[in-house]
């Protein structure tokens, strides 16, 4: 018996592999063998040949296991589950499942969270921790639940000197810079402690210089492991533990509220009280303040009935982890700090909430440690989030959790006077600064729900609500559509206005006679002109809108940018796509499943007509498209390639200026843009610089006064390239940076890409380009395939090794001969028919005629 994850999964899958073979002769003919083992444990079955086993196999002998053990209890397990469960819900085969993984709990008497982080690895999540425990834990003496343990007197901090702190803070930013906000927050927490920060993304040149004078440390460490990520590393290797122990008190805190107020009275009141660990709030889910238990508890009461185990984290208050304080009792404890080593990245958030915010309150206090919060009572769920914050700031609440605002996840009506309701709580709180970051960082669609709530004159509360999918096809089949009301979806993916869309766009920017709708996502879209809108797409506004749009303007088809199933025979819906395939996609990919195909007909189907850049991407793209058909497709040229042909002082404003800003960055140096296609698999199947190729890429830009930019594709989250090269000195032109790619297009002095449509996109500048084919053999026989034989049709070498890539890197720059020059031009010509800025007007040409009629 052993608690070595590796041993044991090793036994366990030999356990699987006997009794697969012996269910297969027959139902329950393995049932013998389950029994034996919960009765004696995993037997020895090391000396019988391995067998493989599959992952089915792994799961339904764990739930034969499981459910022979009797132990869970299918109402009792349902009633604990979140939403709205399935009356027949099968409660064992969905803890198997999932259930563990979210850290839900089998029944009362063991803790899923605890045992695994006690016992296992808490990083490794193939092994269930009640099979480990099922075979192996309760004849070893594990516990299912920790005892609860009463420890001395609390904490208290030393009155002369003044204690000592240490403030683990962790922060995050979108683009990248240090915000006032934050500036300011630190700058309070640095009278009453030392401050060390540390920003989980890439900082700009110069961000963390703010903080001089304000910070004993600061770091910029990209990782995906959340704000318990940030406070992981602080305290293991940035700040280290030696160092916090000679502190009197180690402060966690986040950049996930705005300050309101100075700190004094909150420290005081804290510093005054004895406790081992402590917070700002205790929240409870299941605590909703409904009828006449609305009365807050007193955190005294809630910590003698602070439950011992529960079934699901939910039910389990916790402090909020945006402002947790530990004093040396709970510094010094080595199971915590294991805890705060061992945080790993999560597939969703709310595992880092169960995990680590619920799983710091439920460990402490299981150890007994005395804890306090600043706001001295449990409110209706959640305190931060509610109505009752106002109250609270006013009370003496210094802090505002923005998510409040944007998220308002409780549906407070008139948050829209935010700023009006916090200064009458808190006087001299700096809205204008949280306004200016809420505007630039909160999604929009999400900020203009929360403002939507209002109270009616009546005292009842507005809560507008969109269309479902039923209600809209009812909606769109009885709506009138008007042909001269355009609509523009913003891209599904990276929630941008641009390429051929904004410069469709712009091309009727301050055209009378069409109503422009602009129907955004998360991200902020302030352009003007004549006869112009802007409404969220899943907003009662925008549906209203696009109900009544005759003309809809789609980045890769209906049924990927709209959420609402539009009806294609009573709007046009015009696929503007994004660029010119070499890849294959859609209809024409070498290999489609029959249920994928279904899906890209529906699809393609509804789309009126799709842009084409020449004769020869029509056929590409009829193929792709299917069924529409070729006379569907409009060989206009993309509008998008106006912004790399039009003269710069045509160019819209923001563009100019985005212009000037990218040639700043570059400060002279060349620019080689890195546009890698995306791949299934994400980051398991790009190319992996070794450490050699990436000090030869470093010293090759640094030989030509030349600098990487990186562009990963708007699907990819892996994010591999950026990774490996930005620490190089590489600048990250991602679409939230630089939205509109024609812009860094007409900067950038050479191109490297794979199987991007961008090697033909780029054509149009003709400047050189660099294919990185480095699995070429594989790519284009694989599922996917490729439309051209990139030797036939680009005007440079396919690079399937890095050495090719460096020898073209080496070229790329020297001046090409008369037949080279001639080469590309007409291999340009292979997908281009047009070599101007007019592409935008003949799509606005053939969209007219649509309706437009001469008599």
């Given at each position: 018996?052993?608690?070595?994850?590796?041993?044991?999964?090793?036994?366990?899958?030999?356990?699987?592999?006997?009794?697969?073979?012996?269910?297969?002769?027959?139902?329950?003919?393995?049932?013998?063998?389950?029994?034996?083992?919960?009765?004696?444990?995993?037997?020895?079955?090391?000396?019988?040949?391995?067998?493989?086993?599959?992952?089915?196999?792994?799961?339904?002998?764990?739930?034969?296991?499981?459910?022979?053990?009797?132990?869970?209890?299918?109402?009792?397990?349902?009633?604990?589950?979140?939403?709205?469960?399935?009356?027949?819900?099968?409660?064992?085969?969905?803890?198997?499942?999932?259930?563990?993984?979210?850290?839900?709990?089998?029944?009362?008497?063991?803790?899923?969270?605890?045992?695994?982080?006690?016992?296992?690895?808490?990083?490794?999540?193939?092994?269930?921790?009640?099979?480990?425990?099922?075979?192996?834990?309760?004849?070893?003496?594990?516990?299912?639940?920790?005892?609860?343990?009463?420890?001395?007197?609390?904490?208290?901090?030393?009155?002369?000197?003044?204690?000592?702190?240490?403030?683990?803070?962790?922060?995050?930013?979108?683009?990248?810079?240090?915000?006032?906000?934050?500036?300011?927050?630190?700058?309070?927490?640095?009278?009453?402690?030392?401050?060390?920060?540390?920003?989980?993304?890439?900082?700009?040149?110069?961000?963390?210089?703010?903080?001089?004078?304000?910070?004993?440390?600061?770091?910029?460490?990209?990782?995906?492991?959340?704000?318990?990520?940030?406070?992981?590393?602080?305290?293991?290797?940035?700040?280290?533990?030696?160092?916090?122990?000679?502190?009197?008190?180690?402060?966690?805190?986040?950049?996930?509220?705005?300050?309101?107020?100075?700190?004094?009275?909150?420290?005081?009141?804290?510093?005054?009280?004895?406790?081992?660990?402590?917070?700002?709030?205790?929240?409870?889910?299941?605590?909703?303040?409904?009828?006449?238990?609305?009365?807050?508890?007193?955190?005294?009461?809630?910590?003698?009935?602070?439950?011992?185990?529960?079934?699901?984290?939910?039910?389990?208050?916790?402090?909020?982890?945006?402002?947790?304080?530990?004093?040396?009792?709970?510094?010094?404890?080595?199971?915590?700090?294991?805890?705060?080593?061992?945080?790993?990245?999560?597939?969703?958030?709310?595992?880092?909430?169960?995990?680590?915010?619920?799983?710091?309150?439920?460990?402490?206090?299981?150890?007994?440690?005395?804890?306090?919060?600043?706001?001295?009572?449990?409110?209706?769920?959640?305190?931060?989030?509610?109505?009752?914050?106002?109250?609270?700031?006013?009370?003496?609440?210094?802090?505002?959790?923005?998510?409040?605002?944007?998220?308002?996840?409780?549906?407070?009506?008139?948050?829209?006077?935010?700023?009006?309701?916090?200064?009458?709580?808190?006087?001299?709180?700096?809205?204008?600064?949280?306004?200016?970051?809420?505007?630039?960082?909160?999604?929009?669609?999400?900020?203009?729900?929360?403002?939507?709530?209002?109270?009616?004159?009546d005292g009842t509360v507005e809560r507008p609500a969109p269309l479902n999918d039923k209600r809209f096809r009812v909606a769109d089949n009885r709506t009138p559509t008007f042909d001269h009301w355009w609509a523009?979806?913003?891209?599904?993916?990276?929630?941008?206005?641009?390429?051929?869309?904004?410069?469709?766009?712009?091309?009727?920017?301050?055209?009378?006679?069409?109503?422009?709708?602009?129907?955004?996502?998360?991200?902020?879209?302030?352009?003007?002109?004549?006869?112009?809108?802007?409404?969220?797409?899943?907003?009662?506004?925008?549906?209203?809108?696009?109900?009544?749009?005759?003309?809809?303007?789609?980045?890769?088809?209906?049924?990927?940018?709209?959420?609402?199933?539009?009806?294609?025979?009573?709007?046009?819906?015009?696929?503007?796509?994004?660029?010119?395939?070499?890849?294959?996609?859609?209809?024409?990919?070498?290999?489609?499943?029959?249920?994928?195909?279904?899906?890209?007909?529906?699809?393609?189907?509804?789309?009126?007509?799709?842009?084409?850049?020449?004769?020869?991407?029509?056929?590409?793209?009829?193929?792709?498209?299917?069924?529409?058909?070729?006379?569907?497709?409009?060989?206009?040229?993309?509008?998008?390639?106006?912004?790399?042909?039009?003269?710069?002082?045509?160019?819209?404003?923001?563009?100019?200026?985005?212009?000037?800003?990218?040639?700043?960055?570059?400060?002279?140096?060349?620019?080689?843009?890195?546009?890698?296609?995306?791949?299934?698999?994400?980051?398991?199947?790009?190319?992996?610089?070794?450490?050699?190729?990436?000090?030869?890429?470093?010293e090759w830009a640094e030989r030509q006064h030349a600098v990487i930019g990186v562009r990963e594709h708007m699907a990819d989250r892996a994010r591999t390239y950026s990774w490996a090269l930005l620490p190089l000195?590489?600048?990250?032109?991602?679409?939230?940076?630089?939205?509109?790619?024609?812009?860094?297009?007409?900067?950038?002095?050479?191109?490297?890409?794979?199987?991007?449509?961008?090697?033909?996109?780029?054509?149009?500048?003709?400047?050189?380009?660099?294919?990185?084919?480095?699995?070429?053999?594989?790519?284009?026989?694989?599922?996917?395939?490729?439309?051209?034989?990139?030797?036939?049709?680009?005007?440079?070498?396919?690079?399937?090794?890095?050495?090719?890539?460096?020898?073209?890197?080496?070229?790329?720059?020297?001046?090409?001969?008369?037949?080279?020059?001639?080469?590309?031009?007409?291999?340009?010509?292979?997908?281009?028919?047009?070599?101007?800025?007019?592409?935008?007007?003949?799509?606005?040409?053939?969209?007219?005629?649509?309706?437009?009629?001469?008599?």
């Amino acid at each position: 018996m052993t608690t070595d994850v590796e041993e044991f999964w090793a036994a366990w899958t030999r356990l699987v592999g006997e009794w697969a073979g012996r269910e297969s002769a027959g139902p329950t003919t393995g049932d013998v063998l389950l029994r034996a083992a919960l009765r004696d444990g995993l037997p020895d079955l090391s000396a019988q040949p391995s067998v493989d086993v599959t992952a089915a196999d792994l799961l339904a002998c764990e739930i034969a296991l499981v459910r022979m053990a009797g132990e869970i209890d299918d109402e009792v397990y349902r009633l604990a589950t979140p939403g709205r469960p399935p009356r027949n819900l099968d409660a064992v085969a969905d803890f198997c499942r999932h259930g563990w993984r979210n850290v839900r709990n089998p029944h009362p008497g063991f803790d899923v969270w605890w045992y695994w982080n006690e016992y296992l690895d808490p990083a490794d999540e193939r092994l269930n921790p009640y099979l480990h425990y099922l075979l192996v834990g309760r004849r070893a003496g594990l516990r299912g639940v920790p005892l609860r343990t009463h420890h001395e007197r609390p904490a208290a901090l030393p009155a002369s000197p003044p204690a000592r702190r240490a403030c683990l803070f962790a922060g995050f930013d979108v683009d990248g810079v240090m915000d006032p906000y934050v500036i300011a927050y630190v700058r309070e927490l640095s009278r009453f402690a030392d401050v060390y920060y540390l920003a989980a993304c890439r900082m700009n040149d110069g961000e963390l210089d703010k903080l001089d004078g304000l910070v004993a440390g600061a770091w910029a460490v990209p990782h995906d492991r959340y704000d318990f990520g940030s406070y992981s590393m602080l305290a293991k290797d940035l700040v280290g533990w030696d160092a916090l122990e000679e502190y009197d008190e180690v402060l966690l805190v986040n950049d996930s509220c705005y300050l309101l107020r100075p700190l004094d009275d909150m420290f005081a009141s804290m510093a005054s009280r004895e406790c081992d660990w402590w917070g700002v709030q205790l929240t409870s889910r299941w605590f909703d303040g409904a009828g006449d238990s609305r009365a807050p508890i007193p955190i005294e009461q809630v910590r003698e009935q602070m439950p011992r185990t529960v079934m699901h984290p939910d039910e389990y208050p916790h402090v909020g982890s945006y402002f947790l304080a530990f004093r040396k009792p709970v510094v010094s404890d080595l199971g915590w700090r294991k805890r705060l080593e061992n945080v790993q990245p999560q597939r969703t958030k709310i595992r880092i909430v169960y995990k680590y915010e619920t799983g710091t309150t439920q460990y402490l206090v299981g150890q007994g440690y005395h804890f306090d919060t600043f706001v001295d009572a449990l409110h209706p769920y959640h305190p931060m989030y509610s109505a009752g914050t106002f109250d609270r700031i006013a009370e003496g609440l210094p802090l505002l959790k923005r998510q409040l605002i944007w998220e308002n996840p409780y549906s407070v009506p008139d948050m829209r006077d935010w700023k009006d309701r916090v200064l009458a709580a808190a006087p001299t709180a700096d809205v204008e600064t949280m306004e200016r970051n809420l505007l630039r960082v909160a999604p929009d669609d999400r900020l203009h729900r929360s403002f939507s709530i209002v109270t009616r004159e009546d005292g009842t509360v507005e809560r507008p609500a969109p269309l479902n999918d039923k209600r809209f096809r009812v909606a769109d089949n009885r709506t009138p559509t008007f042909d001269h009301w355009w609509a523009f979806p913003v891209c599904a993916y990276d929630h941008t206005l641009a390429g051929n869309e904004r410069a469709l766009f712009e091309q009727v920017r301050n055209d009378p006679s069409i109503k422009k709708i602009i129907l955004t996502r998360s991200r902020r879209i302030e352009l003007t002109g004549e006869n112009v809108v802007t409404f969220p797409i899943d907003s009662p506004e925008g549906q209203h809108h696009l109900l009544r749009s005759g003309q809809i303007f789609v980045k890769h088809g209906p049924a990927i940018n709209l959420p609402n199933p539009v009806d294609t025979t009573t709007h046009n819906v015009i696929n503007l796509w994004h660029g010119i395939p070499l890849k294959r996609f859609g209809l024409a990919s070498a290999r489609v499943s029959d249920r994928l195909r279904e899906v890209m007909i529906r699809n393609h189907s509804g789309s009126r007509a799709v842009i084409t850049s020449s004769r020869m991407d029509t056929l590409a793209m009829s193929a792709a498209f299917f069924p529409a058909s070729y006379p569907d497709m409009w060989p206009t040229g993309l509008p998008r390639n106006d912004f790399i042909l039009r003269e710069e002082e045509r160019l819209p404003n923001d563009l100019r200026e985005a212009l000037e800003r990218l040639r700043e960055e570059l400060a002279g140096r060349r620019l080689v843009l890195f546009l890698p296609t995306f791949r299934d698999g994400q980051g398991e199947s790009q190319y992996h610089f070794d450490e050699s190729e990436l000090t030869w890429l470093e010293e090759w830009a640094e030989r030509q006064h030349a600098v990487i930019g990186v562009r990963e594709h708007m699907a990819d989250r892996a994010r591999t390239y950026s990774w490996a090269l930005l620490p190089l000195g590489a600048i990250d032109l991602s679409s939230r940076r630089y939205p509109d790619l024609e812009i860094i297009y007409r900067v950038a002095d050479a191109l490297i890409s794979d199987y991007s449509s961008c090697l033909v996109d780029f054509l149009m500048t003709g400047k050189p380009i660099m294919s990185f084919a480095y699995d070429y053999d594989r790519y284009s026989s694989s599922e996917r395939g490729l439309f051209h034989e990139l030797d036939r049709v680009l005007p440079s070498p396919v690079c399937r090794t890095f050495k090719d890539l460096a020898t073209a890197l080496d070229a790329a720059f020297e001046p090409r001969s008369s037949e080279e020059l001639e080469e590309y031009d007409w291999k340009r010509r292979i997908f281009f028919d047009h070599l101007d800025d007019e592409a935008s007007r003949r799509v606005v040409q053939k969209v007219k005629a649509l309706y437009l009629h001469d008599d």
